[in-house]
């Protein structure tokens, strides 16, 4: 009853071994003989599909659709049902990136960060520049696991890449905030400080960065007395009030 002796009462039926069929008959008549299902996982690992016209992009179409209801369900902040779907995604073309990072986002709202930690790795092996997976990474470590080191590594990797220039809108320049708050808390004072004025000028709008730079400046000035710090502490201030404001 297995797919071996369904396979073999095929052959019988025809009265032909298989010597005799073209490839691609023989492949067809092993789907027929292994039912749909089972012949749709054979096909996704072996590239069958395009030499039988199914194209990739009816998998992309699929899991198009599966993120979509993922997508659905993680707006109505129900976050295990879009986890269950974005799982699907990748079950229909695991090489991609974007489910597997969808998938651990749904998992992060729950409050699995091991799982949702797998799943952005995951991710990246797939898109190596996937920094939206790296940021995510790093909120993991800097908020949950309390590792500002491990975070600024990570975050490293993406800023030092030719993607993190300010003209890019598809990078996650809050990975530059991460950096600051993990450069801050490892008392890396002058880095932090040029973190966080990167990302003030990318974030035009946030008063947090000016805010960090103003309590940075604020705690050398405690050390040092110095009264460009204090200056500099006052500045900052004074422009994360206005963005508030505004």
Not at 121 to 147: F, M, T, V
Not at 180 to 186: I, L, R
Not at 213 to 235: K, T
Request: hydrophobic share 40%; proline share 4%; aromatic share 8%.
């Amino acid at each position: 009853n297995g797919p071996e002796g369904r396979i073999s009462r095929v052959k019988a039926e025809t009265g032909k071994g298989p010597r005799r069929w073209p490839k691609v008959v023989l492949a067809l008549l092993i789907l027929a003989a292994l039912g749909a299902g089972a012949g749709f996982v054979f096909l996704k690992g072996s590239g069958f599909g395009q030499r039988l016209g199914l194209s990739a992009e009816s998998y992309r179409a699929k899991m198009r659709r599966l993120i979509q209801m993922g997508q659905n369900c993680y707006e109505a902040k129900d976050y295990a049902k879009a986890a269950d779907y974005y799982g699907q995604a990748t079950e229909v073309l695991g090489n991609v990136g974007d489910p597997w990072r969808l998938w651990g986002m749904s998992l992060l709202m729950q409050g699995d960060d091991i799982a949702a930690e797998e799943k952005f790795r995951e991710a990246i092996a797939r898109a190596s520049q996937d920094d939206i997976s790296r940021l995510k990474l790093a909120e993991i470590y800097l908020h949950r696991r309390r590792q500002p080191a491990r975070c600024l590594e990570i975050c490293r990797e993406a800023i030092e890449s030719p993607r993190a220039s300010a003209g890019n809108r598809d990078f996650p320049h809050e990975v530059f905030w991460i950096a600051a708050q993990a450069s801050a808390q490892m008392g890396q004072t002058d880095e932090a400080l040029r973190l966080a004025s990167q990302f003030a000028e990318l974030a035009a709008r946030a008063p947090e960065p000016c805010f960090l730079i103003a309590s940075l400046h604020m705690n050398r000035w405690l050390v040092s007395e110095s009264e460009d710090d204090l200056n500099q502490a006052e500045d900052s201030l004074e422009r994360g009030l206005q963005r508030i404001d505004n």
